[in-house]
């Protein structure tokens, strides 16, 4: 459907939105007693001040459960309405059962189909759009798109370059029909495997196996080459913030509100300006929560949603780029 050479919107968004993060916080002069580093530098270079971390008993499904519960109680929906759950997480709690399922146990989502998928930052975005593409065939109704993460969980904190920059924290959405004129517009999704080296979690998995070596040589952890990735995700948040936009027949100016991943200020700073969108209407709370990867967008939506910024009808623009690499994004009118 199109009017004049913009696209109409699915009818297929948000019904309801919810976001949890763990209690305990770690600011920046937490940091400084840890590593050698200084809340001049992480402020300057990200423009984060604090984090959230979660508590010794909890993992990301348990941060999932309450985000999926507040986002069920927004959308006015039990759990037992829920067709799909898709979890997005690179740190979930074991590699199966998926958070997915224990969600699904979690919260008594007794119909629904649940699995995770693996886009690192992206994983929201991702799950968004194979959302919208689900229910578009009719055979799905309610799908539970979730971004959650315990980040702090696989950081070294002896590693002053990484383990400054993330936080734990989930965010969910129920993705329905919510009728014409509203609801997605477009959505983008890519991936560049050949620059995966620059962000990784090297041990663990079947190419290197746990053992006592990976464990004393700190292969468990984020390792991460952040000046290649930083020059690569303005490149890609800017081409996935122009691709939606041009897709739809939209410009930057047209905008009400810009939602990217938050993983530093200056990588939100750079993809705003590509596409000539003001300060104003870029929603930023990095310097709250850190880099929560998959979880970032949605904290954010909830938390503008809830501050009153996020209003019906709005046209709203959310890009994400992580690891693997995968970068994606999505038009939508609220
Ligand atoms: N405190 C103080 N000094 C530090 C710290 C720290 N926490 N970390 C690194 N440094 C030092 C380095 O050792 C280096 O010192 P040297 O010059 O004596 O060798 C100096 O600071 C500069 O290091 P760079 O890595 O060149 O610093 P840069 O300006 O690139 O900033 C940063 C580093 C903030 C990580 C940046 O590269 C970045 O934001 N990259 C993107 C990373 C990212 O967001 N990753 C998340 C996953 S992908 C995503 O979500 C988008």
Not at 6 to 25: D, F, H, Q
Not at 212 to 224: F, G, P, Q, S, W
Not at 246 to 261: K, M, Q, W
Not at 306 to 319: I, N, P, Q, S, T
Request: one cysteine or more; aromatic letters at 6%; charged letters at 25%.
């Amino acid at each position: 459907m199109e009017s004049g050479n913009r696209k109409e919107p699915s009818g297929i968004g948000i019904k309801g939105i919810g976001a949890y993060v763990p209690e305990a916080t770690l600011t920046n002069s937490d940091l400084e007693q840890m590593v050698d580093t200084s809340d001049q530098w992480i402020t300057e270079r990200t423009g984060i001040k604090k984090r959230h971390r979660a508590s010794p008993d909890q993992a990301t499904s348990d941060l999932a459960r309450e985000a999926a519960l507040r986002a069920l109680d927004d959308a006015n929906l039990r759990p037992s309405d829920l067709d799909v759950i898709i979890v997005g997480t690179a740190t979930p709690d074991m590699f199966f059962p998926s958070t997915g399922c224990l969600v699904q146990r979690a919260i008594g989502a007794t119909k629904a189909a649940a699995f995770d998928i693996s886009a690192a930052c992206s994983g929201f975005l991702y799950g968004l759009s194979i959302a919208e593409d689900f229910i578009k065939t009719g055979k799905y109704e309610n799908i539970l798109v979730i971004g959650a993460e315990t980040l702090t969980r696989i950081l070294d904190w002896t590693d002053r370059a990484t383990c400054v920059l993330f936080g734990d924290g989930a965010g969910a959405a129920v993705v329905g029909r919510v009728g014409d004129g509203r609801g997605i517009i477009s959505t983008f999704m890519a991936s560049d495997g050949s620059m995966g080296d620059l962000l990784k979690l090297p041990a663990g998995g079947s190419r290197m196996p746990a053992s006592e070596a990976t464990i004393r040589n700190r292969l468990h952890y984020v390792k991460m080459e952040g000046n290649k990735l930083f020059k690569a995700a303005v490149k890609a948040m800017a081409n996935a913030a122009t691709r939606v936009l041009e897709d739809s027949g939209y410009t930057g100016e047209d905008l009400d509100l810009l939602v990217t991943h938050q993983a530093n200020l200056r990588i939100i700073d750079a993809t705003a300006k590509r596409i000539d969108i003001p300060d104003e209407k870029v929603y930023t709370n990095v310097h709250e929560y850190g880099n929560t990867s998959a979880a970032s967008i949605p904290i954010a939506l909830a938390e503008a949603k809830r501050k009153g910024v996020l209003k019906h009808d709005m046209l709203v623009e959310l890009v994400a780029f992580g690891g693997g690499l995968t970068w994606a994004s999505v038009l939508m009118v609220w």
